[in-house]
């Protein structure tokens, strides 16, 4: 190929036997199970293994997988420190990124038997702890303890952001958009994460890696830079307006279109029917109404559809989740995906190193300093 393609769309960049998404028939797979499946009945520690082991757990394989998770929530006393050394106005990814380091210099790999799994699963315990921690630390002066008994790393989360057990129904919409959010193929961060695996750089640096191309908000950021659109509405009409004069200045509606999928994106219902869900039971569906009507403007005005970071927000949101908190949350899904990524690229590698088209100028002769002008 002598001529590049922007932003690598509609290239094969790799193989992978982790996810198919938008092929013919298929649709959304992890592993070979459809996802909706896995998001109608899995738990997300179910999708967790079977992206990380390659198998779907039975009951007792899942029952010892969460089991490991809950002996796996400790903060490392050094990193207690650290996290309460952050200033209390940083962003939460800077967080997560800064905590995968942290435990990535405390617990590096290799020592101690550690191995990309391994480091997996503790990370997929711990992130939500890490978090949580320099969250409460620096809102509410607390030092909490993160080693909880929570059954789930959906309910750990609610546990710690708030102190007090979950709601059950808001538990169970935030687990199942971990595990919508767990796996999709070549995605960018994915692919960060891969190129960093490929140059057999560790599995932290791999991570801390993915977490950086996460957070723009073409990517994980849409989540959040979807909230901060639909919060500014009261009534679905105030939303029209505006998302209409939006489009008319040509400007990005976050939370809609995507590179791969042209037709809709087969997560984005799920979310959409725990929205609405979430929304009556508050008693308040505005931000339901909001969104819905954004996404008939987008419907008849571009012809685009949500992603799964549309209505994902204000699921967040009814979940009590603070806007900020809504790329992190990502992050701890993607965990699994990533890590599963890792591993593949590590069984069979080659370097990622392609090249670029030359745009740059003609060579040219040097002059010494002296005779420049
Ligand atoms: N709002 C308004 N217009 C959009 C749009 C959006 N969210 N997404 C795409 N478009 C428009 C583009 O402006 C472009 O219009 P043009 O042909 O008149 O220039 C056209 O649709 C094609 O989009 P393009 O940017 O070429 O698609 P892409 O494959 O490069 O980008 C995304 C895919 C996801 C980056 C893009 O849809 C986007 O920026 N979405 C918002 C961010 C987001 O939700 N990201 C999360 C993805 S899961």
Not at 11 to 17: E, H, K, L, N
Not at 95 to 112: F, H, Q, W
Not at 206 to 211: K, S, V
Not at 280 to 303: A, C, P, W, Y
Request: aromatic share 8%.
């Amino acid at each position: 190929m002598t001529t590049a393609s922007e932003g690598l769309a509609g290239v094969i960049a790799g193989r992978s036997a982790i996810a198919t998404i938008g092929h013919e028939g298929a649709g959304l797979t992890y592993r070979g199970y459809g996802i909706h499946d896995l998001a109608g009945g899995a738990a997300f520690e179910e999708v967790a293994y079977l992206l990380l082991y390659n198998r779907l757990p039975n009951s007792a394989q899942l029952d010892a997988y969460v089991t490991r998770l809950k002996g796996m929530r400790r903060l490392p006393d050094k990193l207690k420190t650290a996290l309460e050394l952050l200033p209390g106005s940083a962003h939460p990814m800077d967080v997560m990124r800064t905590g995968v380091s942290l435990l990535g210099a405390l617990e590096p790999e290799g020592e101690n038997g550690r191995t990309g799994s391994g480091i997996a699963d503790r990370l997929i315990a711990s992130l939500g702890g890490m978090l949580l921690y320099w969250y409460r630390f620096h809102q509410r002066g607390e030092r909490i303890d993160t080693e909880t008994d929570d059954d789930s790393v959906a309910q750990h989360f609610l546990h710690l952001l708030t102190g007090r057990r979950p709601d059950p129904v808001k538990q169970k919409a935030l687990d199942m958009s971990l595990i919508l959010y767990a796996e999709h193929e070549f995605n960018a961060s994915t692919f960060t994460a891969r190129i960093v695996a490929s140059t057999l750089a560790d599995f932290y640096s791999a991570i801390a890696a993915a977490i950086g191309a996460l957070r723009g908000p073409l990517h994980g950021g849409a989540n959040e830079a979807a909230m901060e659109l639909i919060a500014r509405f009261d009534s679905p009409g105030e939303a029209e307006k505006a998302v209409r004069q939006m489009l008319a200045a040509r400007r990005l509606i976050m939370g809609f279109g995507h590179r791969v999928y042209k037709t809709g994106d087969p997560r984005s219902d799920f979310v959409k029917e725990a929205s609405k869900r979430l929304g009556e039971q508050t008693g308040d569906t505005t931000l339901f109404d909001v969104s819905e009507r954004i996404e008939q403007v987008m419907r008849n005005e571009k012809g685009l559809f949500p992603n799964l970071d549309f209505y994902s927000a204000s699921v967040y949101h009814y979940c009590g989740v603070p806007t900020s908190m809504f790329t992190p949350i990502f992050v701890i899904a993607r965990t699994a995906g990533w890590a599963a990524h890792v591993i593949e690229q590590r069984n069979d590698n080659r370097l990622i190193r392609p090249l670029a088209e030359y745009t740059g100028p003609e060579e040219k002769d040097w002059e010494p300093l002296e005779c420049r002008s």
